[in-house]
């Protein structure tokens, strides 16, 4: 029989208890921890992304190009070429008197070289003035009339002579002659001082000389208007409104029907030059013509034409 003190300690036995316990709460621990998600290994869900909305989306157009054209290169300088300025133009007509008895191609005044200010009209606008010069064949004198023409009818109303061809004496072909020239220098003096008269006290007024055809252009351009000129015709054209204010043709046949071309005696057979001149505040028109005369060396004659344009 055996005792109590044969038999195994009880301490022993709780011991083992102890570690069997401690190892099976280790255990638990141990598969709660692998069995608990850690948050740094948080898996990511992927989410569908929000449709932008239409009102927010700007167009871009794609830019056109741009062209460019560069100016034409500037002129070698030897091609520039500086036109004069045009010469002063009178406001009222002068008579020079010691320019009328000189040879145009010897006058030693520069005066004699300045605008005349013809043709000209009256401040009431009844009468024109033009300076007549008529052409001297073959001997070449100078010689001066001052016509005065209704500004209505076109008509000569009296016709002023200042110096005619004929009685033109050259200085320098002796004294007799200086002595014959001086007394028609006065003769020349008080015409012109007479017929300067009249203009003065008419208050005459120039035209506005739009060039003839016989100038280096044939288009002519002065106050706001332009001439154009073609052989027998002319026109004048209002730049501002592009508008032909005045036309004419001057055929010779229809302005000389009685003229006798069979004959020996001198007949206008052409325009020979045409000059036209304007009045703004009556909007008057004078055309001086040229007609050429034939057969052979029968010089030339002018006439001047007048016409009222309305408004």
Known sequence: ????????????RVVTIGIVATCAIATAVATKIALTPSARQEPTIARPAAKPATSAIIPITTPQPIVVHAPPPPPPKEALVELPPPPPRA??????AACVTSDPETQSHASCTWDSGFPAISADGSTIAAAY??????????GLSIR???????????????????EYVDRTAGEEAERKHQALQQKVDRRAASAQRLLDEGAYRSLVRLGSRGTASELVQAAGLEAEYDMDAARIIDLASNTVLWQRRFAVGELFPNRELDGERCQPIGVGDVALSWDPQTRTVLAEVAFAHGPEFCGESKHDYVQRVRG
């Open 148 to 166: 005065f023409i209704d500004a209505t009818t076109g008509k000569r109303v009296k016709d002023m002579l200042v110096l005619s061809p004929h």
């Open 1 to 12: 029989m055996l005792t109590r003190s044969a038999l195994p300690p009880r301490s022993n």
């Open 133 to 142: 010069i008529p052409v001297d064949n073959g001997r070449g004198h100078p």
């Open 91 to 96: 406001t009222t007509p002068v008579i020079r």
